[in-house]
T-cell receptor
């Protein structure tokens, strides 16, 4: 059972606002990830982190930024939200200590709507 | 390059029918891992199974079974006696041993089980 949390679950916001999507996990996992999911279902990796102070961009270019100051916390920030940012954002984590342990566990997601 | 193909975008069945979700993958690596995740309407991705490339034994867990065939690069998922609660989007994913734990997801299959 995975303990990974995302807040808010749903967010409706106007264009130009700054938003931060929170993700935290209580499993002590080193690796964390952010995915963006289109309404058409496809998942795209936008950011990942191998540990504290480590962040990398994923396959899909994103205007968002992330930080990893604490192991358990991996927030994603949009400085100026636009309608094109409307999507579901999923956070995941994995232990990263062995191939078996590297199964990614996902949070419940944040559905973002930018008007 | 890695690729995962889920050719069935949507499947609709009537309760109690058996249903198979197809997954075909491409990789040049000899060591890799395959996964299935379930995404119910609530949005979170739920881990179902992980398989490594050296273990071709089929697996059964209750009404769920998985058929891994390396010769055809397929990792199909069968639900026996489907139930309405099985309605969800199902994702197949691939990770090779050297990919830094990056998952390559298929496009997903939306399964609708009607009463």
């Amino acid at each position: 059972e995975a303990d990974i949390y995302q807040t808010p679950r749903y967010l409706v916001i106007g264009t130009g606002k700054k938003i931060t999507l929170e993700c935290s996990q209580t499993m002590g996992h080193d690796k964390m990830y952010w995915y963006q999911q289109d309404p058409g279902m496809e998942l795209h990796l936008i950011h990942y982190s191998y540990g504290v102070n480590s962040t990398e961009k994923g396959d899909l270019s994103s205007e968002s930024t992330v930080s990893r100051i604490r192991t358990e916390h991996f927030p994603l920030t949009l400085e100026s939200a636009r309608p094109s940012h409307t999507s579901q954002y999923l956070c995941a984590s994995s232990a990263g200590t062995s191939p078996v342990a590297e199964t990614q566990y996902f949070g419940p997601g944040t559905r973002l709507l930018v008007l | 390059a890695q690729k995962v193909t889920q050719a069935q975008t949507e499947i609709s069945v009537v309760e109690k029918e058996d249903v198979t979700l197809d997954c075909v993958y491409e990789t040049r690596d000899t060591t890799y891992y395959l996964f299935w995740y379930k995404q119910p309407p609530s949005g979170e991705l739920v881990f179902l199974i992980r398989r490594n490339s050296f273990d071709e034994q089929n697996e059964i867990s209750g009404r769920y079974s998985w058929n891994f065939q390396k010769s055809t690069s397929s990792f199909n998922f069968t639900i026996t006696a489907s139930q309405v609660v099985d309605s969800a989007v199902y994702f197949c994913a691939l990770r090779n041993n050297n990919a830094g734990n990056m998952l390559t997801f298929g496009g997903g299959t939306r399964l609708m089980v009607k009463p």
